[in-house]
């Protein structure tokens, strides 16, 4: 069984930083995307951050220059380091990873999602 675990959420003052890390365990061979997501109150889950196997990246828009994804493909651990928070990304933020898998030697890619970590962003 695969379980993702996150860690690093938190309260901050508009203006500070927090990282968030979700780690991987289980019996994985290997990880495509990794992504970060996130769902305000009242809102929908919104695509935050992903980072590619390869280690391409890309962001919404709101967050570029601010958010940094990264990832340990050794440690099967994806990291989003936030700095200069607002209101505005006050969240519940979930992992999101495509894990790859290959029963009877097919390759099969099942999705996982974390727990969920708050991130509350004070003004």
């Known amino acids: 069984q695969v379980q993702l675990v996150e860690s690093g959420g938190g309260l901050v003052q508009a203006g500070g930083s927090l990282r968030l890390s979700c780690a991987a365990s289980g019996s994985i061979f290997s990880i495509n995307v990794m992504a970060w997501y996130r769902q305000a109150a009242g809102k929908q889950r919104e695509l935050v951050a992903s980072?590619?196997?390869?280690?391409?990246?890309d962001y919404t828009d709101s967050v570029k220059g601010r958010f940094t994804i990264s990832r340990d493909n050794a440690k099967n651990t994806v990291y989003l380091q936030m700095n200069s928070l607002k209101p505005e990304d006050t969240a519940v933020y979930y992992c999101?990873?495509?894990?790859?898998?290959?029963?009877?030697?097919?390759?099969?890619?099942?999705?996982?999602w974390g727990q969920g970590t708050q991130v509350t962003v004070s003004s």
């Open positions: 999101n990873f495509g894990i790859m898998f290959f029963p009877g030697g097919r390759p099969q890619e099942s999705v996982y």
């Open positions: 980072i590619t196997s390869g280690g391409s990246t």
